[in-house]
């Protein structure tokens, strides 16, 4: 069977699975919460281990059913976290840019994520809470530079005001769904004798190598 159905019998041709990882309380539970639902609670509290969510969305006529993981980003949690990584084919590596130590742990972070992940996986540097601007305490600019450096799409966003997450998401499935696609179309010009593609949508799916020029620049708040 080549394809998925979700919900009402809808096809569902690509099935991702993204993770949100980074420190305790940069906002990644409601990132998700604007994205899967549009909603924002003041009243947000600490996850619990690992939470996802479901969103579906039409990328060049294909319907993608995106699997949102959000970790916990206690220390006492990441030993179990970890294995959550495994599958992924997109990250959100999320800090507060008004706390620059959670900016600065985005390093290790990554390494954690590659260390675990896929190493060709997608991934988006965020950096949440752009609406606080008059606290801000990690400057455009090295974001721009860690993002850079470490080949990251980079983008700042305000889960309060809505500002840039569904275009943050949107551009991290939108670039897994370019690179899958492309092997897709690669796989369906080999058949095997009986006609069959190599490679099954909405089925296991595994990363190629990537050769992508990222814009590094993103968005970010006014």
């Not at 281990?49 to 699997?67: A, R």
């Not at 606290?135 to 721009?144: M, N």
């Not at 966003?157 to 569904?166: F, K, M, Y």
């Amino acid at each position: 069977m080549s394809n998925l159905y979700g919900d009402y019998n809808q096809r569902i041709d690509y099935v991702f699975k993204v993770v949100l990882i980074g420190d305790s309380a940069v906002g990644k539970s409601q990132l998700l919460a604007r994205f899967a639902r549009n909603e924002f609670s003041v009243d947000s509290k600490a996850t619990i281990g690992v939470e996802f969510q479901t969103k579906t969305l039409v990328i060049d006529n294909k319907t993608v059913k995106s699997q949102i993981w959000d970790t916990a980003g206690q220390e006492r949690y990441r030993a179990v976290t970890s294995a959550y990584y495994r599958g992924a084919v997109g990250a959100m590596l999320v800090y507060d840019m008004t706390k620059r130590q959670s900016f600065d742990n985005m390093a290790r972070w990554l390494e954690e994520l590659r260390g675990h992940a896929d190493q060709n996986l997608v991934i988006m540097l965020v950096g949440n809470k752009c609406d606080l601007g008059s606290l801000r305490a990690v400057p455009t600019e090295d974001a721009q530079e860690f993002a850079q450096r470490e080949n990251l799409f980079f983008m700042e966003t305000s889960a309060l005001e809505s500002t840039n997450v569904e275009t943050a998401f949107f551009t991290v499935l939108t670039e897994i769904y370019r690179i899958i696609s492309k092997k897709t179309l690669t796989a369906n010009e080999e058949l095997d004798p009986n006609g069959n593609a190599a490679l099954l949508k909405g089925t296991r799916i595994i990363v190629p190598n990537q050769e992508m020029q990222k814009d590094s620049r993103g968005g970010c708040c006014a």
